[in-house]
C-alpha cells in the first residue's frame, strides 16, 4: 500500500531521502527530514505505523505492545511545531496520576508522579531519612537533564571532537556513576533505590551497571504524573504517520525492503518483497541494527563485516508479555505498576549474566482502560503484564513450551497481590515471547532494545548515526546513541536528522 502525501510532484533538483521502518524514530526522523526540505519515502514492512508498537483487536478489546507512557511529551509537540502546527490538534493526551505504582512482597509502596504534595507524604511515609537526599536527587534530574540528556543525547557524537567536546557535560552530570550507585549515594532507603534505578530496566539496561544518565530520558519519582495518547500509543503513530504525509511524504506499507544495492561507497536503491526500486540521495534504516547489515547489506562486504561485529556485541535482555482482558472495572489499580519479587540485585545478575529463567520476577503491569475506557467494552478492562526476560542467545529455550507456564505463573502473582479471584474474570489472553521478537519484528536474538546499554556500548560508543564506510547510510533507533526507551529514540532521531540535512545541504 503506498500512500502519497499532498505534494508527490517529482522534483529532479531536490533531494530525496528514504525511512526504513515507521516505529517512532522512523517517524520522528521522517517528519524532520521531509519539513527540512528533503523529499522522503518511509517504508514499513507491516501494515501499519508503528514498528514496535503493536496492537491487537479481539472480542471488543484493544490490546497493545510498547511504552507504557510518556513521560514528557515535549519532543513531539517539537516535530509538530517544525511547521507552525500543534500537537494538540493531532493527539489527544491524557495525564496520568500517579505515573507509576511501585509495590513490594513485604507490603511497602510507593506512588511516583502523583503531585508534589502526594510526593512529600509518600517520602515521609517510606524514607523519612531521605527525604533531603532524594530533594538532592531531584535537582541532580533537574541539572543533568539540561546538561547531560540535552547536550550528550540529542549531539549525534559522530567523531573522535564530537565526543570529546560532550565529555566535560557526562563529568559534570556524574554519568560515570550507575544508576544503582547514583541513587545510593542520595538515597539509602531500599525501596526507594530500586524505584529509582528501574526505569533503566524498563529501558533494557542493568541498573547494576548502566550510567545513570540514562535514567534522564525516563520517569522518575517527582512530581509530575505521565501522559497516556487517546486511543493508544499506536494512534499516537499513525498521527505522526499522518503528519508526513500532510508535509508532502510518501508513506510505503505492508512492503518490506529486502535489499539495499550500493554503488561504490553509496547506497545507490532500495529494493522492497513487491518489486519497487527506487534510487534515493540518502537511506536512513530504523530496522533493527543486525536485520540491516547481515539481511539488507548481504550483497555488500560491509554488510557482512558489520554483521561479525555486532555479533560479537553484547545485547539487552528480552521480554515476554500477557496481554489479558478482565471481567469488572479496577480503579484501584493505576495505569502503571510495577510489582518487585522478593530479589533486586540477584534477578538482576540471572537476567544479564547467568540468563536463567527464575522463579521470581519483577512485573510491569500496564491498565490502559483505567486512563481510556473505549480500550474495552463497558464494564470490563484490558491489562498487559510484561517480565524482562534474558534473549533468545542467552536462554535458548522452547517458548511455544514454556509461555504457557510462564503465563500462569504472571497470573497467578497478580492474583496473590491484587486480584484474588483473576482466574474466574479472565475472559481473553495471549502471550508475546522473545520468539515473537524476533520473528515478527526481525530483533536480533529477540532483544527487546538492542545492544546492551554497557559501559563500552554507550555514547560514541554505540553505534554512529551514519555509517563509517557507507556515505549515504544512516541509522536511527535502539541501537544508536544516546539508545533505548523512547525519549533517546526521540533525542536520537533529532540528532540523526541534523546530521542528515546538514550533509545533504
Known sequence: MVRLGKNPEHDPTRRSTCVIGAG???????????????ATTLVEARGEPGGCL??????????????????????????????????????????????????????AQFDAGSGEAELA????????????????????AAAARIDGWQRLGES???????????????????????????????VKERHLREALAFPVLQAGGNPLATSALHLLGQPLASGTGGWWPRGGMVALAEAMAARFEQLGGTLRLHDPVVRLHAVGNRIAEVETQSGWRAHFDAVASNA????????????????????????????????????????????????????FGPRFGELIADLFDHGVLPQDFVLTLHHPSLTDPDLAPQGK???????????????????ETVAPLIEQRILDEIGRRLIPDIRDRVITSFVTTPRDLALE???????????????????????????????????VGAATHPGAGLAAVLAGAKAASLQLLEELS
Open 24 to 38: 517512532l524514530g522512523g517517524l520522528a526522523l521522517a517528519i524532520r527530514l521531509q519539513a527540512g526540505g528533503v
Open 54 to 107: 503493536r496492537r491487537w483487536r479481539r472480542d471488543g478489546f484493544t490490546f497493545e505492545e510498547g511504552p507504557s507512557l510518556l513521560a514528557d511529551p515535549a519532543p513531539l509537540r517539537e516535530l509538530w511545531s517544525l511547521t507552525g502546527e500543534d500537537l494538540g490538534d493531532a493527539v489527544t493526551f491524557a495525564e496520568v496520576t500517579p505515573a507509576c505504582r511501585y509495590s513490594w512482597t513485604d507490603g
Open 121 to 140: 507524604r509518600q517520602l515521609a511515609r517510606l524514607a523519612p531519612g531521605d527525604i533531603a537526599g532524594f530533594e538532592e536527587f531531584a535537582r541532580w
Open 156 to 186: 549525534a557524537l559522530h567523531s573522535p571532537a564530537a565526543a570529546a567536546r560532550a565529555l566535560p557535560a557526562l563529568v559534570r552530570s556524574q554519568g560515570w556513576r550507575s544508576a544503582w550507585g547514583l541513587t545510593g549515594h542520595y
Open 288 to 339: 533493527d541494527a543486525m536485520h540491516t547489515y547481515r539481511d539488507l547489506l548481504r550483497d555488500l562486504p560491509r554488510g557482512a563485516q558489520q554483521a561479525r561485529r555486532l555479533a560479537r556485541r553484547d545485547y539487552s535482555p528480552s521480554a515476554f508479555s500477557v496481554h489479558f482482558a478482565l471481567e469488572g472495572t479496577w480503579p484501584g489499580i493505576p495505569h502503571q505498576s510495577v510489582l
Open 381 to 399: 478492562s484490558v491489562f498487559r503484564a510484561t517480565i524482562p526476560v534474558a534473549h533468545l542467545g542467552k536462554l535458548p529455550i522452547d517458548w
Open 441 to 475: 519484528l526481525n530483533y536480533h536474538m529477540g532483544s527487546a532494545w538492542s545492544l546492551a546499554a554497557s559501559a563500552l556500548q554507550s555514547g560514541p560508543l554505540r553505534l554512529a548515526h551514519r555509517d563509517r564506510k557507507l556515505a549515504n547510510l544512516y541509522l
